[in-house]
């Protein structure tokens, strides 16, 4: 279905944003896109050579020079966590592998110290930068919320001092005694509660309430005016009337009494308003009063007054109030930085912290095992009484298994928790019978050092320590049960599983296992098994619950530990059926599981290494760390410590088929490792113990299964393997027979319980790799000598090994996992064979071993042998292959050994080797960084850097490896690299290469001691070349594949970034702000986003080094700068500002030419910016004001570049005739203008409230500029064309200053239109300035306006004085007036909105997020605005009431703060100015462009609301003006008094009781000042424009009929009544006069505020009250632009045309009586007869001769009624306005207006023509309303035609009456009668 036609022509949401988008685009394409010009930086090194003396001579020597201390080379000494390090002495250590290993873990720490380091980040990284601004409490009247207790109380108090007489009295309502009207009723009268108060200037006031109890005064009476009190019988019996000057009012008392009482006190009150108003005061000092007509200074007048306050204003000076501003400031950056991180990502900024390389552990566990305990028990003596234990020793194994990855996942920690009489059944010499056989008497060197450890401590242990990497809940902790070999596992069984509890049982079992221990107590079968979830199911805490409550037996079948896993998978899945199946035994186990305590004592790592903290001797039970598997696709960290364990897993023997030998049923496998095969060897002491035995043995034996030939075995034997291992290290495995039954004769030989059926052995090295996994090995029957030798798979030809039996045919029946934990072996033979041919190239590596081969090497010239065999091409070839099979290695062992392959790789760099190999060396180190990375751990690589590596240069050749890499980097970047994968790499990972090129250089230029040479000689011509052309090759890699790889491109620019920042410490500074340029001139302007991204990164990487400001040479030229006009080009972006101030002037540039791109680019320049000179802020180093100054000093071509774009920074909207409270009324007829309102679109059939009729805007008192139009077109090299209406620029013709102003929207259009003109016909300005090509129209948002204002005030509060007053005295008129309009700009946008405020804020912008603010939060909203955010805000009310209303406090805090200071800098500067530029700013007694724009500043922070604080340093500043610049107020235009007096008068309303003292001050000096400017004569000026001012504020609604205006009025008089040298002058009396008059203006309002909604009687009481001041021309103006506005709101727009009529006519009948217009208001008697009856009636009085309007004051006042009526669509009426307007256009010769003039005519008359024709013009509807009843009063019966708009229903009258009448007497009191019989009264 189609749009509807009028549907199609509504703008959607979202339309405005896509037309400022297009706009953009626009203006974007129309601008020639020309590349930034490059400037070659200052030859920095020669400067500074040339200028040393000067640098060294500055007071601030230390921010223009390089400190020589910036970096130092730390060798920092490596910790240990172990009391000792775990690296044994690698003296006698062959094989480069291992030796780099041990190099690695023991080396300390290379650490290159950037003693600045902390200033080369961000401005949030600075030290103390975190460390938060003291926040001053501000109070701001709009958070002032009056409590009513605290207001009830106040008011008592106040009434016990101040009210003389209260009591109830009834009175008549004004509209009655207006009728005249004799017969009134007590009921028609309302009843009021009455206050007779005393004021503070001693007059006196009536007060009444609704009753005795409510707080808010009803009305005020003046008595000041009281002329007389008489009894009134007419009006009632106790009636009694006061007459005042201007009216009379009646009121009526109870009682005859109370009426006589209430007479006798006001007419006493009479007296003594008679007795002061007659009285001269202080007549004892009239020696010391001057004369009357003498004049004197001010502050010499204010000398002699009485009053505290004004003798304190009497010694105010700039100076003082100056230095008064000063106290107490803040740091404004300090303040601004909480709203800076809101939206910013401050972790993208900061650096990775890198900390030293170390142990790694997951969750921390320590496990005590308490007890075992089984139904089977025995009771045993046990000293003097008998205790129950176990039966026999239990050999107990705890480990943890994963089910998820269905591996093991620790190693088994065997621990003892048997009785001691239990323990003691098994004798030691049948525990040590192994170990005694294999003793040879030697000393045994094989057993590692365990230091002065206890044997005897370590033997009984039973906690240890878990770590557990991945914790997740399906990791279980398997307890294994074994027990002492006894006969089958079933028959031993039968004892634990016995239901029937018999004690005997179990002595029994324990008499028969005493005599079974005494024989093999040495070997164990399995019994039972137990486990439990280490953590909870779903939180994943530690189940700390220490029972294991089910134990099951162990199945012969089911020993391994995939069987053991596929069991606790079923108890996970709680597989009932499966775990039925296996038998429980009675028992239970108890652990205690609980988190690692910090500094846990005692403690032993997994090789027996003490931990700190360690005291001696052990104050606790030895804890063992347990260590962890984890699996190989778990990720890894290097290696850091020494440790070199390997444990063998014997799994299965495969016996079932073996005939050798008759016996081998009970088969035992006992382990050993040796170091020989010679038949005197003996078995290496290496193995780790079981509990009781010592800490290393010689043996270990695995459980023996009873009757079984194939026996599965689970046990796990740990070995330290030595650190020298070599090819005759091998595992031994005995098999033996072991014989379970007991002799029946007696007591045998041992060899009967043992047998011998077989050995099988495994080299640990093969081929240099250590054996791991699984095996499968043959047995043989024997073990002759030199089995080592031997051959399985046959006797070739030559082989002399021995003659081995093998069982069951060579067949492989031993199967054996072997698992190496080592940090110094790898299992990887790349890897290995890599090392190896390493260790050919370096001639130091003899050879250590003591082997044969090694013996040979030993005698021959090692370092000849090596050079030949280097320098030969096959060599080389094959080291490239081991480097190229490299790739194959897993990064997991990559990780691993991270240290000493990365150590290696990058020695061989330097070596002698072809290109060949380092480019091959190239791509592996390619290949391990991306590798790593891409496991998440790129902090290893970060740590290798800082902490690991060393440099290293060529022994031979000399070479570097920062030399070597530039070369072959850049080798690998070329284009001829078909390896895309490998480039994209690189360019991810490059700022791993550049940091260990900048480290070289280091250690380079520190270890040659080549850092103290000219930077120009430190490094070699050709490496400078390598390096520049690296940059470019990366650069170019960057451009060319931003959008194919994103992620690396960016890695490469920010790596490039910060290799170009840190080359500035070492190399030639000249050179690398070349590279600079070099990286900058690759971008073009009009380039993507990313590009922008990228470049504005670096550029903040750049700039954040920490020797900016230094590199920057603030304010350092060669030759002195004599005259303050020579600093002219600091403030311009000249090739020599950009020269000497490279970077500052880069960054700059860039913003200047960013600010033409899309906001995503503009945010980003400006984000640089804000954040550079926000770290320049918050230097420690730079905290001085005069060094600020210096750095803001790189800074000042910002001015010119944010006044360029000032236009940008203001919400532009349509001229519109708006009223509010800021309305400029003037005494000399001086309004506000519209700008050529003919050609702005307005809606044509405008609804209530659509639009506002308002021409005076009180919010500048700028005045025109020029009339003539114009349009952006074919500026440049571009065009915009198609531009709206709204887009057009105009403005008013030159009309006399004295007589015009203009709005701030027409401020814009003019001052745009000269921008526009001056960039035609300059383009450069005296400033400096240099303007755009194109002025930019599309807005800023509110971030962005922000940010650039932020920065702009940052420089003004820091610029230096003299600076400043050098840039103003070169700036054009036009750039001073954009200059001050910044200023009004920044107090607009750092204007503290209110908690209030700032709630509606947040809970708006959470319910909408698509919302966005306002550019420029303006003091009356867009078209529609408030009408649109109240209906949104309305529907979302039930989600807003869910929202908290309290505001963060601290952040209303900060905003507040913020707020004033903005305020104070903005005042420093433009007190600045006023005391400086007098001369400009008196100009035609101030009646110029620069003083109208100053004092809108000044103006503004009363129109705004300021903090308390604030408010009082501009009330000083606003003294100090009218000390200065009388002659423009006093005796120049009346709007800048007016505007002042106006301000100071909502002022006197303020909640804030300072405030209002202050402004009472202000506003007493203004009359005192004018009184003495005139010679003391009068102060008509100011008297005029109070009355006018306060007519204004009272028609804006503003309420001043309280307490608190009344008391200002009272402490205006008391200053007249107190000021000494004033009483015998006509000043006390014409201030109390003026007094009066307001409050008789007060008293005529009062009527107002109760018909405030109920829009017709508001307008009929100002009207009425407009036709009172028919005399009075001013007044009359002003209350009819008041009824125009209530007019406009309510939509009659007719109305309000017709109000702008009359004050046209007013005007012409003005200028009729100075004979200027001769017709006068006559002239408007063909549009309505009415208005010469009503505006003929004036009549000149003393404020007549401070009017001054003008010609062009009626024909503003003409084009606005024409602009009206056409609105209102009363087209036929225009060509009478039109008669009137354009004799004067002809007068003028404005032909262009004359153009206009005629072309809206015409437009006009064919709207007649075309709605004559169709007849459908809508102007009202009307509606006949009749009231009856006693509460109408006079209106009971009258009938009223109600006007109401365009198409209203009875319906919408209807309902909108009766909730007006039923709000104001209630609900059940109106009846609505829509009929039209007859009402019955």
């Known amino acids: 279905m189609s749009e509807r036609k009028f549907a199609q022509g509504l703008i959607r949401p979202g339309s405005a944003a896509l037309m400022r988008e297009t706009v953009s685009q626009a203006v974007r394409e129309s601008e020639v896109m020309t590349k930034p010009k490059q400037v070659e930086p200052l030859d920095y090194e020669t400067f500074v050579l040339k200028n040393r003396n000067v640098l060294e001579g500055d007071s601030d020597r230390d921010m223009l020079v390089f400190p020589n201390d910036d970096i130092q080379l730390k060798k920092m000494p490596r910790r240990f966590r172990t009391t000792k390090s775990t690296v044994p002495p690698s003296d006698n250590v062959s094989g480069l592998f291992v030796r780099e290993c041990l190099k690695s873990y023991s080396s300390n720490w290379s650490v290159l110290h950037w003693k600045y380091e902390p200033y080369s980040g961000s401005y949030a990284q600075l030290p103390r930068s975190d460390i938060p601004e003291e926040l001053i409490p501000q109070v701001y009247e709009v958070d002032i919320e009056h409590d009513a207790k605290e207001d009830e109380s106040a008011l008592k108090r106040t009434m016990s001092r101040t009210v003389t007489k209260a009591g109830y009295l009834y009175l008549t309502p004004d509209r009655q005694q207006e009728s005249g009207r004799i017969n009134i009723s007590v009921k028609s009268m309302k009843k009021r509660f009455f206050y007779l108060k005393q004021q503070v200037d001693t007059s006196y006031v009536l007060e009444y309430h609704k009753d005795d109890k409510k707080l808010e005064a009803k009305g005020i009476i003046y008595l000041d005016s009281l002329v007389d009190v008489v009894k009134n019988p007419k009006r009632g019996k106790f009636a009694f009337e006061l007459r005042m000057q201007e009216r009379a009012l009646t009121l009526s008392a109870d009682s005859e009494q109370d009426a006589d009482s209430w007479m006798t006190i006001l007419r006493r009150v009479l007296e003594v308003e008679r007795r002061v108003s007659t009285a001269v005061s202080y007549s004892s000092f009239e020696e010391n009063i001057p004369s009357a007509g003498r004049s004197e200074s001010l502050h010499e007048s204010l000398r002699q007054s009485r009053n505290p306050e004004l003798q304190k204003y009497a010694c105010e000076t700039e100076r003082s109030i100056r230095e008064a501003r000063q106290e107490g400031r803040q740091r404004l950056y300090k303040l601004y930085r909480h709203e800076m991180q809101k939206n910013e990502r401050l972790e993208d900024e900061e650096e990775p912290k890198v900390d030293f390389y170390g142990e790694r552990f997951g969750m921390r566990l320590l496990i005590k095992c308490e007890d075992l305990t089984f139904r089977l028990l025995v009771s045993l003596p046990h000293g003097d009484k008998h205790t129950v234990c176990q039966v026999e020793p239990y050999f107990t194994t705890l480990a943890l298994y994963d089910i998820r990855e269905e591996c093991k996942i620790s190693e088994d920690f065997h621990f003892d928790i048997n009785d001691p009489r239990v323990r003691d059944m098994i004798p030691k010499d049948i525990q040590m019978a192994p170990e005694m056989l294999n003793a040879n008497g030697k000393m045994d060197r094989s057993q590692p050092d365990i230091g002065s450890l206890d044997e005897e401590w370590l033997q009984f242990r039973n906690q240890a320590l878990f770590s557990v990497m991945r914790p997740h809940p399906e990791i279980y902790l398997v307890v294994r049960i074994e027990k002492v070999l006894h006969g089958s596992l079933t028959q031993s069984m039968e004892p634990y599983v016995n239901k029937n509890n018999d004690t005997r049982l179990g002595l029994k079992v324990h008499r028969q296992m005493s005599g079974v221990c005494q024989r093999l107590g040495h070997y164990r079968m399995p019994l039972a098994w137990a486990a439990r979830p280490l953590l909870k199911p779903f939180t994943q805490e530690i189940d700390t619950y220490s029972e294991f409550t089910t134990i099951y037996r162990q199945d012969q079948a089911t020993l391994t530990d995939a069987d053991l896993i596929k069991y606790l998978g079923y108890l996970k899945q709680k597989r009932v059926d499966k775990l039925s199946k296996l038998q429980s035994i009675p028992g239970s186990i108890q652990l205690t599981i609980e988190p690692l305590t910090p500094n846990l004592p005692n403690c032993l790592t997994p090789s027996l ?71 005197d060897a003996t078995p290496l002491k290496c193995i780790y113990g079981r509990p009781g035995m010592p800490a290393f043995v010689r043996t270990a034996s695995a459980a023996v299964l009873h009757h079984c030939t194939a026996p599965p075995m689970y046990e796990e034997v740990k070995v330290a393997l030595p650190l020298q291992l070599h090819e005759r290290h091998h595992i031994l495995f005995r098999f033996y027979h072991v014989s379970c039954e007991s002799p029946k004769a007696s007591i045998k030989k041992r060899e009967n319980v043992e047998t011998a059926v077989g050995y099988a052995w495994i080299p640990i090295v093969k081929n240099g790799v250590v054996t791991v996994d699984e095996q499968n090995i043959f047995v043989a029957q024997d073990l002759p000598p030199g089995y080592l030798t031997s051959d399985p798979q046959g006797f070739g030809k030559g082989y002399a090994g021995p003659i081995i039996k093998w069982i069951d045919n060579t067949k492989a029946l031993l199967r054996v996992y072997l698992r190496l934990v080592s940090t110094v072996y790898t299992k990887d033979v790349h890897l290995q064979k890599f090392f190896a041919h390493c260790e050919k190239m370096d001639p130091a590596a003899e050879a250590i071993d003591n082997s044969e081969t090694c013996n040979v090497l030993k005698k021959a010239d090692l370092k000849t042998l090596v050079d030949r065999a280097v320098n030969t091409g096959e060599f080389q070839r ?229 020797h900016y400001v230094a590199l920057n040479l603030p304010m350092v030229r060669p030759n002195a700068i004599r005259n303050i006009k020579e600093f002219y080009h600091e403030f311009t972006l000249s090739d020599d500002f950009r020269k000497h101030h490279f970077l500052s002037g880069l960054l700059l540039v860039e913003l200047k030419y960013a600010m033409r791109e899309y906001r995503d680019t503009r945010k980003l320049a400006i984000g640089v910016l804000r954040n550079q000179l926000a770290k320049h802020a918050f230097d420690d180093r730079y905290a001085s004001r005069r060094q600020q100054s210096k750095v803001v000093s790189l800074y000042l071509p910002f001015l010119g570049i944010v006044l360029e774009n000032v236009n940008r920074l203001i919400l532009q909207q349509p001229p519109q005739m708006t009223s509010s409270h800021s309305s400029a009324i003037f005494a000399n007829g001086d309004v506000s203008s519209v700008v050529d309102l003919s050609h702005i679109s307005m809606p044509s059939t405008p609804q209530r409230g659509s639009m506002v009729l308002d021409p005076m805007n009180r919010s500048s008192t700028l005045p025109n500029l020029g009339k003539e139009q114009v349009l952006l077109s074919h500026v440049g090299a571009g065009s915009l064309s198609n531009m709206t209406n709204a887009s057009s620029l105009s403005n008013v013709s030159d009309r006399s200053s004295a007589s015009s102003t203009s709005t701030l929207q027409e401020k814009d259009v003019g001052e745009m239109g000269d921008s526009l003109k001056n960039q035609i016909n300059h383009q450069r300005s005296p400033s400096g300035v240099q303007l755009s090509q194109v002025i930019r129209y599309d807005k800023l948002n509110r971030d962005e306006v922000r940010d650039l204002l932020i920065c702009f005030l940052y420089i003004l509060e820091n610029i230096s004085a003299e600076l400043l007053l050098g840039w103003w005295q070169n700036c054009t008129e036009t750039e001073l007036l954009n200059f001050f309009k910044l200023l009004e700009l920044c107090l607009e946008n750092f204007r503290y909105p209110g908690k209030k405020s700032l709630f509606m804020r947040q809970a708006f912008v959470e319910n909408n997020p698509q919302q966005r603010a306002l550019t420029l939060p303006s003091r009356k909203g867009p078209p529609g605005g408030p009408i649109r955010a109240i209906s949104t805000y309305t529907e979302r009310t039930t989600v807003l009431t869910s929202i908290s209303e309290d505001v963060d406090s601290h952040t209303a805090l900060l905003m507040a703060n913020v707020s004033s200071e903005v305020g104070l800098i903005i005042l420093d500067t433009v007190t600045l100015f006023t005391s400086n530029f007098k001369a400009q700013l008196q100009l035609n007694n101030g009646d110029n462009t620069l003083m109208y724009r100053l004092y809108d500043i000044h103006l503004h922070y009363l129109q705004t609301g300021q903090s308390e604080t604030l408010t009082r340093h501009v009330f000083a500043t606003f003294r100090c003006f009218i000390n200065s610049y009388p002659e423009a107020l006093f005796e120049g235009s009346a709007q800048l008094c007016g505007s002042l007096i106006y301000e100071v008068l909502r002022s006197c309303n303020s909640k804030l009781q300072n405030s209002r003292a202050d402004a009472c001050a202000l506003l007493y000096l203004l009359m005192r000042s004018n009184f003495e400017y005139t010679g003391r004569k009068n102060f008509t000026r100011v008297h005029l424009q109070t009355i006018i001012s306060v007519s204004q504020l009272l028609g804006e609604e503003v309420p001043l009929n309280n307490a608190r205006f009344q008391e200002s009025l009272s402490n205006i008089n008391n200053y007249a009544n107190h000021d000494k040298a004033q009483q015998l002058t006509p000043f006390p009396g014409e201030v109390k006069d003026l007094t009066k008059r307001i409050r008789t203006v007060l008293m005529a309002t009062a009527q107002m505020k109760e018909h405030e909604s109920d829009p017709e009687m508001l307008v009929d009481l100002q009207y009425s009250l407009a036709n009172s001041y028919a005399s009075t021309p001013e007044l009359r103006r002003t209350w009819l632009e008041n009824m125009a506005r209530i007019h406009c709101k309510n939509g009659n727009l007719s109305e309000a045309a017709q109000c702008y009529v009359h004050v046209a006519a007013l005007v012409a009948e003005y200028l009729k009586r100075k004979e200027i217009f001769l017709d006068g208001c006559s002239a408007f008697r063909s549009i309505s007869p009415n208005i010469e009856l009503d505006e003929s009636n004036m009549k000149e009085d003393a404020g007549m001769d401070d009017i001054q309007y003008t010609e062009d004051t009626l024909l503003e006042k003409l084009e606005m009624c024409a602009y009206g009526l056409d609105q209102a669509e009363r087209w036929e009426m225009m060509g009478q306005v039109y008669r009137l307007i354009i004799p004067l256009y002809e007068k003028q010769r404005n032909f262009q207006a004359l153009a206009d003039a005629y072309q809206r005519l015409h437009v006009a008359y064919s709207k007649v023509v075309d709605v004559m024709r169709r007849g459908m013009r809508l102007l009202g509807t009307y509606f006949k309303v009749v009231f009856y009843g006693q509460y109408f009063e006079l209106d009971d019966g009258k009938e009223f035609i109600y006007k109401e708009p365009k198409v209203t229903s009875l319906s919408e009258i209807s309902e909108r009456l009766r909730n007006l009448y039923s709000e104001k007497y209630g609900q059940d009191t109106v009846k609505l009668i829509q009929d039209s019989n007859d009402v019955s009264t």
């Open 609 to 679: 290494v003490p931990v700190r903290p360690f005291p001696e001797p052990p104050t606790n039970p030895v804890t063992y760390e347990v260590q962890e598997f984890l699996p190989e696709s778990t990720s890894s960290y290097p290696y850091t410590s020494y440790m070199n364990n390997l444990y063998v897993y014997p799994l299965h023997l495969k016996y079932d088929t073996q005939k050798s030998f008759t016996k081998a049923r009970n088969i035992a496998c006992v382990i050993e490792f040796r170091d020989s095969d010679s038949p």
């Open 878 to 1106: 094959q080291l490239a292959n081991c480097v190229k099979v490299l790739h194959a290695v897993e990064i997991g062992t990559f990780t691993k050994f991270l240290l000493p392959v990365l150590n290696q790789l990058f020695r061989l760099l330097a070596m002698d080797v072809n290109e060949d190999v380092a480019q091959n060396v190239i791509r592996l180190l390619i290949h391990v960084v991306h590798g790593i990375h891409a496991t998440g751990k790129a902090d290893i690589l970060h740590a290798y850097v800082k902490y690991v590596f060393i440099t290293t240069t060529g022994s031979i050749t000399g070479k570097t490896i920062h030399e070597e890499l530039a070369r072959n980097l850049t080798v690998a970047l070329r284009p001829a690299n078909a390896d895309l994968i490998l480039i994209n790499n690189l360019l991810g990972h490059s700022a791993f290469f550049f940091d260990i090129i900048i480290k070289s250089m280091a250690q380079h230029l520190m270890g040659s001691d080549r850092m103290k040479l000219p930077r120009t000689e430190r490094f070699p011509t050709d490496f400078q070349f390598r390096v520049q052309t690296l940059v470019q090759a990366i650069v170019q890699h960057i451009i060319s594949k931003y959008k194919e790889n994103g992620t690396e491109t960016h890695s490469a620019n920010v790596g490039l970034a910060n290799f170009i920042k840190r080359c500035f410490t070492f190399m030639d500074r000249n050179f690398v702000l070349k590279l600079v340029n070099l990286y900058m001139e690759k971008f073009s302007p009009g380039g993507s986003k990313v590009l922008y991204e990228y470049k504005f990164e670096f550029l903040r990487i750049v700039c954040a080094y920490e």
